[in-house]
């Protein structure tokens, strides 16, 4: 499983990778995190909103801090 | 030294400590309540569609009030319409008049320098957004992007933009964040306070009752942020502005920043464009100059240019949208500016 991290290094996007990667340990998937900077990359994939979370090509969160909570129901719902 | 620290603290004690219940607690709840209520990607799907240069310019200036707050979302917001297939203009007014004008900023001008420097500087932002938006549309016209986006969306069905239940919530924050300061002009801060509680005690009573926790919660989530983001900065910016009113020499900013010149315009706005400001830190700042003799339309030309420009501001802007774009972009704000800053001081403001 692929996780991008859009966003341009504000607190906000930071706070975003970090629970990332705590629904990632809470749920055992070994994901690989990364973290797009490049607004060209958000145009790409249609995001007008950063901090947002992108799962191997689809857009979970935009514009939002989403919480561990809801990273781990969304990814259940995309790994089932 | 000792007289330097107590100058910030008691800069602190004017600026902040009198400020947090009745305007700034409202106000950080109503952009966090602008931000989890309103739909700002159904606005931007408004902005990245191709429509007439006027429509396009008063959508972008109207819809940055409501899409971002500081100068730190700005640049993606408008670099991702840019790529997305806006025109250059409504990119380049969004960078604008988000940081130049915007809820929290408005209402802390408001509160600090009283609603005329206010007002003046929502007029004053949108005439320059205009003016920012056709010089960049002119000068960067033949450059044709390709826009980048993938997916042609446009044509599916957009949803609402705010609920009706959620602008009447917004309203009555509002009422809660205007009605104590203008209602209750003097007498002691007790009354603004109670008439602040009891504003908020009716919006809290709605909100519980119109909608699920899960909606309030990411209300309360998001104006955390911004506390989160914009407090700690506001109060090291605020004991600096102390600071620094206490070292300058009231002669000096009488000489060059006194009256309404061209000169003195000028100046105000090259501080403002050069150094950075935290979100808010230049109402205070304007407001010390102030009583050191600061004139008005250089302190509207400061308020402006503060919070948006700066020069780690200029790298971030040239290094998404090109050198050349951002040189031409400084530099229009920088004249446009000191222009509107002896406009306002000499035909506006003018005793």
Known sequence: ?80 | MRDVVVAGFLALKDYVATHVLTCLVPAFLLAGGIVSFINREVILEYLGEKRSKLSSFSLASIASFFVAACSCTVIPVASGLYFGGATVGVAFIILWVAPATNVLALTYTGSLLGASMAFARVVAAIIMAFLVGSIMSLAFQREHTVPVSSEGGSSQPKGAILERRSAFLLFLVLLSLLLPNYLIRSGPYLHKVILWAALTAIFATYAKLAFPPKAIQEWLRETFWFVRLIFPLLLLGVFVVGVIGKLLPETWIRTWLGGNSIRSSFLATLIGAVSYFATLTEAPFVSTLMKLGMGKGPALALLLTGPGLSLPNWLAIARVFGGKKAFVYVATIVLLGTVVGWFFGNFIFAP
Not at chain 1, 28 to 36: R, Y
Not at chain 1, 52 to 61: I, N, P, Q, R
């Open chain 1, 1 to 80: 499983m692929n996780i991008a991290v859009f966003g341009m290094g504000c607190p906000k996007c930071k706070a975003t990778e970090h629970n990332v990667r705590e629904a990632c340990r809470a749920l055992g998937i070994d994901a690989e995190v990364t973290h797009v900077a490049d607004p060209r990359e958000f145009a790409k994939m249609g995001v007008r909103m950063t901090p947002a979370v992108v799962v191997d090509g689809t857009v979970l969160f935009s514009g939002k801090v989403p919480t561990v909570e809801e990273l781990k129901e969304a990814l259940q719902k995309l790994r089932s």
